[in-house]
């Protein structure tokens, strides 16, 4: 069955400090993986996903398909970057039926 | 360009009821997804209509049902509601090729069921 475990309900870290949100799937073929962010009073958006291999707003996102796993990193953070991120999968059949994790608070200190 | 929109933004039922909840996709999306998210869970998906056909369905029972119409507006129905129905549903939309499976967001119906 296809899964996405985002293991910390929330993480917290200073400002200018990296930051690592951790990302791990289960699927056995081809998976086409997404970062979404909700920032406050905003609706849910795509941040990045991993076929385009861009930087957006400063965060990266490898896809490690040995160690099943699509951790979204930032090297500063920044306050503006404290949102509600959720990683998510594809198959590349028709139905396009995207499954999230259960989601990561990220709270930037000042 | 006009974004996803969703109505209404509130709704609360009791149970037993039935409910229809609306979505507008984005101009130029032939796609809509329909997705439920219960408190503290990410949204969980529940199905998709593509070009008016329903093309995948999660896991969810058959009282959960919907329609895509020839605007590509869908409508997302629920019979005989429960409790664990509350919750918020979120719709999608996204567009054929190469960005097919970007899903773009409405801000979603939040439904409560007493």
């Known amino acids: 069955a296809q899964r996405v475990t985002q293991p910390e309900k929330l993480l917290s870290v200073f400002k200018g400090a990296p930051v690592e949100l951790k990302c791990n799937y289960s699927y056995s073929g081809s998976p086409e993986l997404f970062w979404y962010v909700q920032y406050s009073r905003q609706r849910l958006q795509l941040l990045l996903r991993?076929?385009s291999r861009e930087s957006i707003k400063g965060f990266t996102a490898d896809l490690n398909k040995g160690e099943t796993s699509f951790h979204l990193k930032k090297p500063f953070a920044q306050e503006e970057d404290s949102a509600m991120y959720y990683c998510a999968l594809t198959t590349y059949s028709s139905a396009s039926k995207i499954i999230f994790g259960s989601g990561t608070r990220l709270s930037i200190r000042p | 360009e006009t974004g996803v929109t969703q109505s209404p933004t509130h709704l609360i039922k009791t149970r037993g009821q039935q409910v229809t909840l609306r979505c507008s996709s984005q101009s130029g999306h032939n796609t809509v997804s329909w997705y439920q998210q219960a408190l503290g869970q990410g949204p969980q998906f529940i199905f998709q209509?593509?070009?008016?056909?329903?093309?995948g369905r999660g896991n969810f029972p058959p009282r959960f049902s919907g329609l895509q119409f020839p605007n590509y507006s869908s409508e997302l129905n629920v019979n005989a509601l429960e409790l664990d129905d509350s919750a918020l549903y979120l719709c999608?939309?996204?567009?054929?090729?190469?960005?097919?499976?970007?899903?773009?967001f409405g801000a979603g119906t939040r439904l409560s069921v007493l």
């Open positions: 991993h076929i």
């Open positions: 999608a939309s996204s567009s054929d090729g190469s960005a097919k499976n970007i899903q773009y």
């Open positions: 209509y593509y070009r008016e056909e329903e093309n």
